[in-house]
């Protein structure tokens, strides 16, 4: 019925009803009745009932996070448009106690205030910002004395160290403005709070590779440690966690800094994080790799709520090792650098070795190489509400630029998603029990890479992947809107719209909405494709097969080059398609 709804009408069907009734009647003229034999009238046949209509796809509209833009992206020259959202540009060069923040267009700041009249805040205020820490609070100034002052309001001590000493568990350590050049070990579960993250800087010029500024060390599981309200840089790593137990992050600058910004690096140890920028941490000086800005490994765990990740080195989220899970809400990971020593990487997220990250409100907005990264079995991102854009290729080759890549068992799922003007591919998976679960979402305008000008899909899947994708649009993009290719390849779709994809810039310029090749599966329902260049569909090869229903192939164009082409539906080599 598929082939009928493209080519037949209902003007052709009643037409051939009358010449069948004009044939028969003429035929009772001409013929003399029989009066011993009567034979009853002929009857014509009831009209055939046409096909089904063919039902457009059904998308969901997305409602916008605060904050966010809504924007409409157009499916095809006759339907509704597929509504998106996005958050506003970011500001740039806030500064220093400010922060960019998703959905807003202004530098918000970083925690509270600076106190206008004494270095440090009152201390009802100190008490809120520091609730469960009820021991005596340590006063530190920069003016202070380690010799006279004895840590209270009136005589404070002048180093952080010196305050460290003598505190308790449960006590506070309040720090007034200036920069204070040490680095520092918590060993016991107690609150550090500065006058605010604009004025007080806790800092290193020590090079160190395996001691940061600051180091969370409480060989107590159970135990608590809160830091807040100050900046964190140096020559050294920045805040790092290598001991079970909790810390509170709250209204944190972190870098310069090198190495990592944040490292959550031991079992059972979590970092809870709310408000904090991570920016420009520096490779290690002698290797030149790393550079990261968060890394979770060793079974450790972050929440972190209100971030901004930008401009690292090699990743701007790292998580590794089997129980590291990191949960990210609000949070903008841009301008990731590649690593020194060899250009390669520079990914806005990594996870691997069975960790897993999930991200609820997110930018992921020019990093290199890889938006997000999932490789290996039982590793696992989960994204809602997310932006991931503006890919750039590998700076040592200038290939890929891919929005998410997922190999060897990984699995995603991302709901509500603008993938948008990345490079090479949207959407990749690769690799057997590789498992993608795409809804509502847009894949739009991805370029071929910059190294051979080839590529440019939508969304690609390949050698044993699975993806199952439930109202999408995927449009504007090059070579291939969607690619299922290699035995063991099944691609499952429904309420999709395909469109406008255009030529690889380089040869052989091929251009098709969806391409199913070599073993690979697809089952595709309430699917358009509308305005795609030589093929709307393409299966291709012994093993290939796609089957479905409801499916329209409208307005595809000829090849640009030779003008070829044009067709809807092509099955090839042995390639089958069935749409009942």
Known sequence: WFLCALTASAACTEQSVDEVTQSTDDENENSAPDQNNSQPALVPPDSPQGPEPILAPDFTQWECPAGWLVGALPTADDMHGFHTCRPPELPENCPAGYVPTLGQTECAPLGPACPQVEPWHEEVSLRARTEGFNGPIHYVSIDGDDMEGDGSRAWPVATLQAALESAEPGDVIAVGPGEFTMAIAITKPVALIGACAGSTVVSSSVPSETNPVVEIDVEDAEATVHISDLSVMGARGGVWMTSPGRAHIRAVAVGPSVGYGVFIHAPSAHMDIKDIAIEQTQPWPGSQTHGRGLQIDSGGSCSLQRGFIHNNHDVGV?????????????VAITHTSPRANDQEFGRGINIQDAAQVTVTRGLIDHNHEVGAGVIEESSKLVM????ITNIQPLASDQSLGRGINVQEKGRVEIRRALIQDNRDIGVYASGDATNITLEDVAIVGTMPQASDQINGRGLNIQQGARATVNRALITENH?????????????????VVVSRTQPQQGPPWSSIGISVQRGATAEIHRTRLHQNQMLGVLVLGQGATLTGSHLQVTDTQPRGDDMAFGWGLSAEEGGAIDLG
């Open 479 to 495: 070579d291939t809107g969607v690619l299922a290719a290699e035995s063991g390849a099944q691609l499952i779709m429904s309420d």
């Open 318 to 330: 790292f998580a590794f090792n089997p129980g590291s899970t990191v949960e990210l809400e609000d």
């Open 384 to 387: 809602t509400d997310v932006v």
